[in-house]
């Protein structure tokens, strides 16, 4: 039996400071997006995922990796997504078993319109805190974390990526 890996103090510091910005963050990216665009930060996630795959349209079951969500939580998110005319989904032509979920034009209509705002929520919460060094060095940190987290590169965080997004 091994002994217990306690944190020391500048590590123990860092988690919990880390935590917070993981319990606050999320909350802050919902306020802004339900204030200004009328959708939670995942919904704007959902609508960007599908803004930047081509055609517009993924399966279910990429769309539920590239968000990271169950899909139970996926559906019902599509469902709330197509009842106001952002997204439809149809039985996928290659695999019967599966559904493509598409864009519509009123989804990239609204993507667009909430990318601006979104971009200046997260540079006012995120990225104008830091210098460029620290970009670099957070940018840095998240990729180490997502190869333990999402070892099989699902999410498209996961990838490296160097054409601008609409993900913010």
């Known amino acids: 039996m091994t002994d217990t890996r306690w944190l020391s103090d500048p590590e123990r510091e860092a988690w919990v400071r880390f ?10 990216l919902d306020a802004q997006l339900t ?5 939670t930060h995942f919904d704007y996630f959902t609508l960007a995922m ?35 005319g952002f997204v439809t989904r149809y039985p996928c ?19 667009v319109a909430s990318a601006p705002g979104h ?22 940190i998240s990729a180490a974390l997502l190869t333990r987290l999402d070892p099989d590169g699902k999410m498209l965080a996961s990838a490296a990526h160097d054409e601008p997004s609409t993900i913010g």
């Open 93 to 111: 032509a290659e695999d019967k078993r599966a559904t493509n979920i598409e864009l519509t034009e009123a989804g990239w209509k609204k993507v």
């Open 19 to 28: 935590s917070a910005v993981l319990e606050l963050l999320p909350a802050a």
């Open 35 to 39: 204030h200004d665009a009328s959708l």
């Open 119 to 140: 971009v200046e929520n997260v540079r006012a919460m995120v990225i104008d805190a830091l210098t460029a060094d620290q970009v670099s060095q957070l940018s840095a």
């Open 50 to 84: 599908l803004s930047e795959a081509p055609g517009r349209v993924l399966r279910s079951s990429a769309l539920a990796a590239r968000t990271n969500a169950s899909l139970p939580r996926l559906s019902k998110v599509i469902s709330r997504l197509a009842d106001r």
